[in-house]
């Protein structure tokens, strides 16, 4: 666990950090998948910034009214940003409707404008898992396995260094499969799959889950629906073929 990176008076949060240079990287495999497929770059490009900005002002706000209570009497604290005061969830969900709203305006074809995104997100979950082994968030349930990290004061999975490994893998299958796609779509629908599945692994060894109905992991849960759903689009997109 690396959180802070002092820098004489400057404080740089190292997972903060590994993501911005991640999102580079990211921004790069996509911008040259977008030249291999003939997408306009430029465009896929305004689309990841566009969900990226507004997902990231989104759970910003979204947090603060969850807990204004706290930030009432202290509005000055709603512009101290930090990483672990974002709604993750409601940045999703607002992100990935603003960059719908960019794609129609833009005309974007959106299973091509998937596929372009889909390498760089690969990309991304990497990173991800790095950051989490950087801050300590994701951690993994007690355990007297060898490999074992010492992590919140206790030996534990170390969840974040098995999410990399997965994320590397998945990484790895989407490279290859990219230019053998069957059909527009298919190469991003491959990785929501293969990281459904990576997720339900993952969270089998996470002590810091949400549970549900007394026994249900939510993320699994949540990983079981996005797993139906990818292969059902599979199927009805297959049929639609280049449609």
Same mark, same amino acid.
Do not use: C
């Given at each position: 666990?690396?959180?802070?990176?002092?820098?004489?008076?400057?404080?740089?949060?190292?997972?903060?950090?590994?993501?911005?240079?991640?999102?580079?990287?990211?921004?790069?495999?996509?911008?040259?998948?977008?030249?291999?497929?003939?997408?306009?770059?430029?465009?896929?490009?305004?689309?990841?910034?566009?969900?990226?900005?507004?997902?990231?002002?989104?759970?910003?706000?979204?947090?603060?009214?969850?807990?204004?209570?706290?930030?009432? @009497?202290?509005?000055?604290?709603?512009?101290?940003?930090?990483?672990?005061?974002?709604?993750?969830?409601?940045?999703?969900?607002?992100?990935?409707?603003? @960059?719908?709203?960019?794609?129609?305006?833009?005309?974007?074809?959106?299973?091509?404008?998937?596929?372009?995104?889909?390498?760089?997100?690969?990309?991304?979950?990497?990173?991800?898992?790095?950051?989490?082994? @950087?801050?300590?968030?994701?951690?993994? @349930?007690?355990?007297?396995?060898?490999?074992?990290?010492?992590?919140?004061?206790?030996?534990?999975?170390?969840?974040?260094?098995?999410?990399?490994?997965?994320?590397?893998?998945?990484?790895?299958?989407?490279?290859?499969?990219?230019?053998?796609?069957?059909?527009?779509?298919?190469?991003?629908?491959?990785?929501?799959?293969?990281?459904?599945?990576?997720?339900?692994?993952?969270?089998?060894?996470?002590?810091?889950?949400?549970?549900?109905?007394?026994?249900?992991?939510?993320?699994?849960?949540?990983?079981?629906?996005?797993?139906?759903?990818?292969?059902?689009?599979?199927?009805?997109?297959?049929?639609?073929?280049?449609?």
């Amino acid at each position: 666990m690396f959180p802070l990176l002092q820098l004489g008076p400057v404080a740089l949060q190292v997972p903060g950090l590994i993501l911005l240079v991640t999102l580079w990287f990211s921004l790069t495999v996509a911008e040259k998948e977008a030249k291999r497929l003939g997408q306009p770059h430029d465009a896929a490009y305004g689309l990841v910034m566009t969900a990226l900005v507004g997902g990231i002002i989104g759970a910003r706000l979204w947090y603060v009214a969850r807990y204004w209570s706290a930030y009432a @009497a202290d509005p000055i604290g709603i512009v101290a940003l930090s990483f672990n005061t974002l709604d993750p969830t409601a940045g999703f969900v607002i992100g990935l409707a603003l @960059a719908l709203l960019y794609g129609r305006r833009k005309k974007l074809p959106l299973r091509p404008t998937l596929d372009v995104l889909t390498p760089g997100l690969a990309v991304f979950s990497i990173g991800l898992g790095l950051s989490h082994l @950087a801050s300590g968030n994701a951690f993994g @349930a007690p355990t007297e396995m060898p490999w074992a990290i010492y992590l919140w004061d206790a030996n534990r999975h170390p969840t974040q260094i098995y999410e990399m490994i997965l994320a590397t893998a998945v990484f790895a299958v989407i490279w290859f499969i990219r230019q053998k796609s069957p059909f527009p779509g298919f190469t991003f629908l491959v990785w929501v799959a293969l990281t459904a599945v990576s997720r339900l692994f993952l969270e089998a060894f996470r002590d810091d889950s949400i549970i549900v109905a007394d026994s249900i992991r939510q993320a699994q849960l949540a990983s079981l629906i996005v797993l139906l759903a990818a292969l059902w689009l599979m199927r009805q997109w297959a049929v639609e073929g280049y449609r």
